[in-house]
């Protein structure tokens, strides 16, 4: 079992670059979600999804875009980067009926804009 | 989902009890009390939850006041390794629960 694996684990954009952040999982969880992570911050929710073809907004969606056509993949994709998206992106998973006490997360993906 | 508050940053002793508080004054009856951990820039670790009993589990126990506003988190024999920052998190654990809202969390230091 991998569990929650993100790739890259690195990124260095220049301002207006499009990449996608990769996320799967292994376990077969039904819930999906992305975080980023800004120093000395909580973490905030930029999108979720509750199973393939379902997705939504978090607190933070707006320069991201998300799909889910599979349970195990769960991409976000930046439309053009910006120096504010400059952050630690975390992936997480967990199964339906485990809810909030069964996230798994990823290593997480350091991005970096300039 | 409630509201928590945590102090930012506390020590404590190689070996002792880590007592780590959180006040959820306006927490509601059907949400729970979640305990997740971040070391080192790592991606967060769930360690414990509660409705409103008192849980123990390999890594922790989690006491929860009587009126349900507050809660602590006891790590009772504390190592090096448990130097994180601990987010305590209140949310409905019902059917729709995916979502978790992280506050800035304390930073626990474990002194030699």
């Known amino acids: 079992n991998a569990g929650v694996t993100q790739t890259p684990k690195f990124q260095v954009l220049k301002t207006g670059q499009s990449m996608t952040l990769q996320c799967a999982q292994d376990?077969?969880?039904?819930?999906m979600s992305w975080y980023r992570q800004d120093p000395g911050m909580g973490l905030r929710l930029i999108h979720y999804?509750?199973?393939?073809?379902?997705?939504d907004q978090g607190e933070v969606p707006n320069g991201y875009n998300v799909s889910r056509s599979t349970t195990e993949d769960f991409p976000l994709r930046l439309l053009s980067a910006a120096p504010s998206q400059t952050s630690v992106y975390f992936c997480?998973?967990?199964?339906?009926?485990?809810?909030?006490?069964?996230?798994?997360f990823g290593s997480g993906t350091r991005l970096t804009v300039v | 989902d409630a509201k928590t508050t945590q102090p930012p940053s506390m020590d404590c002793a190689e070996g002792r009890a880590a007592n780590l508080p959180c006040n959820h004054s306006t927490i509601s009856g059907n949400e729970y009390v979640y305990w997740y951990r971040q070391i080192h820039s790592q991606g967060p670790q769930y360690i414990i939850h509660?409705?409103?009993n008192n849980e123990t589990n390999e890594m922790a126990s989690l006491i929860i006041t009587e009126d349900r506003k507050s809660s602590t988190l006891i790590l009772p024999h504390a190592t090096l390794r448990d130097t994180a920052v601990y987010y305590c998190?209140?949310?409905?654990?019902?059917?729709?629960?995916?979502?978790?809202?992280f506050g800035k969390g304390t930073l626990l230091t474990v002194n030699p």
């Open positions: 376990m077969n969880h039904e819930y």
């Open positions: 998190i209140v949310s409905n654990s019902g059917g729709s629960n995916y979502k978790l809202t």
């Open positions: 999804s509750v199973g393939a073809g379902i997705t």
């Open positions: 509660g409705l409103k």
């Open positions: 997480a998973s967990s199964l339906r009926d485990r809810g909030a006490h069964g996230y798994t």
